[in-house]
């Protein structure tokens, strides 16, 4: 158990739990950048590969950070990065909870709501550019996200059906990759 690194994760998680304003998809963005550039623990295609799985898994999307706790520190990491990210928004949220439903509809309140919002869209959309920029599998890939990205938005097809349809297009374009041109070859990590 190495308690610099225990402590380096911490220092890390905790501070972000505190600004996963529009949830933990917010600070996405951060945490590739502490995990992977600042810090080295892991390569993007590592990082890459764990939000899928955290995203994958059953159970909350909090999961990244017990993956990369994990993988960086053990068992130990696992559990103080976890509790870096939950206990302090947990704090914050029940002594939030109290002030919130006291003033319901003051003017304060919502302008602050309205406020937070496009910091929130905004935090959300850099997490967007991360994973698209990790993203293996080349241009082909990338323009299967952004098309999949703008169909969700404009209809209400099931993501899953988007996802097959995105892969079975992937495997097609590996198979047949020598008739196309290199700009359009599916490139696998």
Known sequence: M???ILGQLAAIFAPLSLVTI??????????????VDVHAWMSPAQFAADFAISRMAPGPGSLLVTLIGWQVAGFWGALVATAALLLPTGFLIYGVTHVWSRYR??????????GLRPIAAGMMLAAGWVLLRTLNGGLPAKAIAVISLFILLKTRVNPLVL?????????GMSQF???????????VA
């Open 177 to 187: 990759g020598g008739v196309l041109p290199q700009w359009l070859h599916v490139q």
């Open 2 to 4: 190495n308690l610099r």
């Open 163 to 171: 996802l097959l349809v995105g892969a079975i297009v992937l495997v």
């Open 105 to 114: 509809g003051a003017t304060w309140q919502l302008a602050l709501e309205r």
């Open 22 to 35: 529009g949830g933990g998809q917010a600070i996405i963005a951060e945490i590739q950048r502490q995990v």
